[in-house]
């Protein structure tokens, strides 16, 4: 009774393609690159940043992703101007992100 049902398995080998990089360890410079929403640990692309005005030197705290103009307090000078996404430093404006 067990000789009139044989199946015959054949076993069938897949080789994985080896994957360039690492996607456990991805590298900064890609994660960077990638959306904020699909990175291995989700972070915003926006920051504050202290930007210098050329005129007075007095520093002032931006958003880095602006939607205003945003003039020093002190000499009234334009420090940036709006784009659709990350703003525009006026020309001798020095900056650095703020840390954490």
Same mark, same amino acid.
């Given at each position: 009774?067990?000789?009139?049902?044989?199946?015959?398995?054949?076993?069938?080998?897949? #080789?994985?393609?080896?994957?360039?990089?690492?996607?456990? @360890?991805? %590298? &900064?410079?890609?994660?960077?690159?990638?959306?904020?929403?699909?990175?291995?640990?989700?972070?915003?692309?926006?920051?504050?940043?202290?930007?210098?005005?050329?005129?007075?030197?007095?520093?002032? #705290?931006?958003?880095?992703?602006?939607?205003?103009?945003? @003039?020093? %307090? &002190?000499?009234?000078?334009?420090?940036?101007?709006?784009?659709?996404?990350?703003?525009?430093?006026?020309?001798?404006?020095?900056?650095?992100?703020?840390?954490?």
């Amino acid at each position: 009774w067990a000789c009139e049902k044989m199946v015959i398995r054949t076993i069938v080998q897949f #080789t994985m393609p080896l994957i360039e990089t690492d996607l456990l @360890n991805p %590298s &900064a410079d890609l994660l960077k690159r990638q959306h904020k929403k699909k990175r291995l640990v989700q972070s915003p692309n926006s920051y504050f940043m202290d930007v210098k005005c050329p005129g007075c030197f007095n520093i002032t #705290t931006i958003f880095s992703h602006a939607q205003t103009v945003v @003039n020093c %307090s &002190a000499c009234t000078f334009v420090l940036c101007q709006p784009t659709g996404g990350v703003c525009r430093l006026t020309e001798g404006c020095s900056f650095r992100p703020k840390a954490e």
